[in-house]
């Protein structure tokens, strides 16, 4: 393995030291040390970055004390499996921001994952965005990188295993984190080697757009982000092949894609004045999310439409199912069923170190209200 050139000269021991523990941690979190695999000598990390022998038995001390790794007299140091480990009857639950726990679906989703537990006599933690320990110094880093992504360790998060629940941490940086400790995550794609629950948006889209399309709309306008998101490009990829039902010479023209910069009831809105200045505009909306439909409903209302009779409206999760006085048309997730299957997951993944658990895949569900009839004729 290269030396790593930072520390091979270091400016003083300090540095030297935060930069030796990050690249033993890096190793440990990133899989290049894996389970039960024997670490090199202590002489032989020490030729490798420079170093003296006691400096590395330091830090190796340190990692075993946190149970990271174990050692055995005469045979060396080795990597520590779930077995090795002591249990915290903790699990953690990991979401991006705070204000994730104000909306419905995801709180059904703790909620649920949090009843589980408790039957299971095992408590929950809860950790929020910059609240989760990254790679290099686990005891003093807060930051999280751009994507999402964090590299903890089981001691540095208190917990024997982790459900994730936002779509903000990468595939890559979730499977790195399974090569330390059980994870589960909910995903809008499978996840490779990590045992997982897909949400899949895709095929809640295409039914959406399938509906609209049956009930015999041309002009479909959906609210989602870009492809840059997820949840955006499952959407749009679901929406698209639906189109494939539809005649190729109209497809083109069916789907109006808007994106909003963010989940908010003024975003809808705003979103809602812009496609109802185009011309021809949509005879039919998909939202992805509750609180911008209910902003494009009030400003339907302000333009003098209705709902179904001007535009048909679709929106995403259950708030509006029963909205007065025309219930929305929603796709739906079973996120209490959701919640309790990742709890029940992660159990399984503690219980049973090394088994791999095949993605299970989760269908919303088109509730079908008052909000969507066939477009009126021209």
Request: charged letters at 20%.
């Amino acid at each position: 393995m290269a030396r790593a050139a930072a520390i091979s000269q270091p400016r003083n021991r300090r540095s030297a030291s935060s930069g030796i523990d990050k690249i033993l941690r890096e190793r440990l979190a990133g899989g290049v040390w894996r389970p039960n695999d024997r670490l090199p000598t202590e002489k032989e990390l020490a030729a490798e970055l420079n170093v003296c022998p006691a400096t590395v038995q330091r830090h190796l001390r340190e990692l075993q004390n946190e149970g990271l790794i174990w050692g055995r007299r005469g045979k060396g140091r080795f990597v520590s499996g779930p077995r090795q480990r002591p249990r915290t009857g903790n699990l953690g639950v990991v979401l991006f921001d705070s204000r994730h726990m104000a909306n419905p679906a995801m709180s059904s989703i703790v909620a649920s994952v949090g009843e589980v537990a408790a039957e299971a006599n095992r408590s929950l933690r809860i950790f929020i965005g910059n609240d989760l320990p990254t790679g290099g110094d686990s005891r003093t880093s807060n930051s999280v990188p751009d994507d999402g992504g964090f590299l903890g360790t089981p001691a540095s998060l208190g917990v024997d295993g982790l459900i994730i629940l936002t779509q903000r941490i990468s595939p890559e940086i979730i499977r790195q984190l399974a090569g330390t400790m059980p994870v589960v995550c909910a995903h809008l794609v499978a996840v490779p080697n990590v045992s997982c629950i897909v949400l899949d948006a895709a095929a809640g889209a295409f039914d959406a757009t399938r509906h609209l399309l049956e009930l015999g709309h041309e002009r479909i306008a959906l609210i989602t982000k870009d492809d840059s998101d997820a949840f955006g490009r499952a959407m749009r990829e679901g929406a698209r092949l639906a189109m494939g039902t539809a005649q190729a010479t109209r497809a083109e023209n069916l789907l109006q894609t808007y994106a909003p910069t963010e989940y908010t009831k003024a975003e809808g809105h705003r979103l809602a004045k812009e496609l109802l200045s185009h011309s021809p505009r949509p005879t039919s909306v998909i939202c992805c999310d509750h609180e911008m439909a209910a902003g494009m409903l009030d400003a339907f209302e302000e333009a003098g439409l209705t709902v179904p009779e001007d535009l048909s409206m679709i929106s995403w999760n259950d708030v509006l199912v029963n909205r007065s006085p025309v219930s929305i048309t929603s796709v739906v997730f079973d996120r209490a069923g959701a919640g309790a299957r990742l709890c029940r997951r992660l159990l399984d993944c503690i219980d049973e170190p090394g088994h791999q658990f095949a993605p299970e895949y989760l269908r919303p569900q088109l509730v079908v209200g008052q909000s969507t009839t066939p477009p009126r004729a021209a």
